[in-house]
């Protein structure tokens, strides 16, 4: 589904992403691990078009985003939930879907709603909280609306940004759960975490990135094992925080 080869980004003279070469399969939650400054952001904002590469390339479904513009990229189905939540304050909840939705309007009225039905059921809260300013809600709660709003336009592949930062743990168990789900019922997911463990627990397969480069890459379940990414990201002792069972 997506294909990135030899990536170099970076902002201005400022070089970040250094030869980076990945793929994402269909139906994976892909996963990207790694310190502060590693380039996970930057990675993610350079394949939603936000920064531009200097060399390489990135093909999704067979078109080149290199030679896009961002706005044109969520209606290829290539959608980002950004770093931060960065969702509209002083705009309701249902004013912030709606706008998730934009790419979806040639298909017409039925199918936005159709839409926001759907994000409503996903996510009972921001049916609750609907016609609430988004600024007012919970960090969880503007977690769940900025990812409610990302799938407002129908994506293939939804790529998330640091999902957990600022969540109390019993949230960010939700937050796994509905990402899984997600992965569950058809979709795909590059998700960047700094919380390693919890993310590699979801995931199908990960990659570690260090100072702009790729150093690690494999199945989750032997990254979780291996004594480096331990040593690294897990440090001596860490339990099961998602059982995936539910």
Same mark, same amino acid.
Request: positive net charge; glycine residues 10%.
């Given at each position: 589904?997506?294909?990135?080869?030899?990536?170099? %980004?970076?902002?201005?003279?400022?070089?970040?992403?250094?030869?980076? %070469?990945?793929?994402?399969? #269909?139906?994976?939650?892909?996963?990207?691990?790694?310190?502060?400054?590693?380039?996970?952001?930057?990675?993610?904002?350079?394949?939603?078009?936000?920064?531009?590469? +200097? +060399?390489?390339?990135?093909?999704?479904?067979?078109?080149?985003?290199?030679?896009?513009?961002?706005?044109?990229?969520?209606?290829?189905?290539?959608?980002?939930?950004?770093?931060?939540?960065?969702?509209?304050?002083?705009?309701?909840?249902?004013?912030?879907?709606?706008?998730?939705?934009?790419?979806?309007?040639?298909?017409?009225? #039925?199918? /936005?709603?159709?839409?926001?039905?759907?994000?409503?059921?996903?996510?009972?809260?921001?049916?609750?909280?609907?016609?609430?300013?988004?600024?007012?809600?919970?960090?969880?709660?503007?977690?769940?609306?900025?990812?409610?709003?990302? /799938?407002?336009? #129908?994506? +293939?592949?939804?790529?998330?940004?640091?999902?957990?930062?600022?969540?109390?743990?019993?949230?960010?168990?939700?937050?796994?759960?509905?990402?899984?789900?997600?992965? $569950?019922?058809?979709?795909?997911?590059?998700?960047?975490?700094?919380?390693?463990? +919890?993310?590699?627990?979801?995931?199908?397969?990960?990659?570690?990135?260090?100072?702009? #480069?790729?150093?690690?890459?494999?199945?989750?379940?032997?990254?979780?094992?291996?004594?480096?990414?331990?040593?690294?990201?897990?440090?001596?002792?860490?339990?099961?925080?998602? $059982?995936?069972? %539910?």
């Amino acid at each position: 589904m997506l294909t990135i080869r030899n990536l170099q %980004s970076g902002y201005g003279k400022l070089k970040v992403l250094k030869n980076v %070469s990945m793929h994402v399969a #269909k139906g994976e939650i892909v996963t990207i691990i790694g310190a502060n400054g590693a380039g996970k952001t930057t990675l993610l904002s350079t394949i939603s078009g936000l920064l531009r590469a +200097t +060399t390489g390339e990135i093909v999704f479904e067979g078109q080149n985003l290199c030679v896009l513009p961002p706005q044109k990229i969520p209606a290829l189905g290539c959608a980002l939930v950004p770093e931060g939540r960065q969702i509209f304050a002083s705009l309701s909840v249902e004013e912030n879907l709606i706008l998730g939705g934009h790419p979806l309007k040639k298909a017409g009225k #039925k199918e /936005l709603t159709r839409q926001l039905e759907r994000q409503y059921a996903l996510f009972p809260i921001l049916k609750e909280r609907h016609d609430q300013y988004a600024g007012t809600l919970s960090g969880g709660e503007q977690q769940m609306l900025a990812m409610g709003r990302a /799938l407002m336009s #129908k994506p +293939t592949l939804i790529m998330m940004d640091e999902p957990s930062t600022g969540l109390a743990p019993l949230i960010v168990q939700d937050i796994f759960k509905v990402i899984v789900k997600m992965r $569950d019922e058809g979709k795909t997911v590059l998700l960047v975490e700094q919380n390693a463990q +919890t993310a590699l627990q979801v995931a199908d397969r990960g990659y570690v990135l260090e100072t702009g #480069k790729v150093v690690l890459q494999g199945n989750a379940h032997e990254l979780l094992e291996d004594v480096e990414v331990k040593r690294a990201y897990l440090g001596k002792d860490y339990g099961d925080f998602y $059982d995936g069972k %539910s």
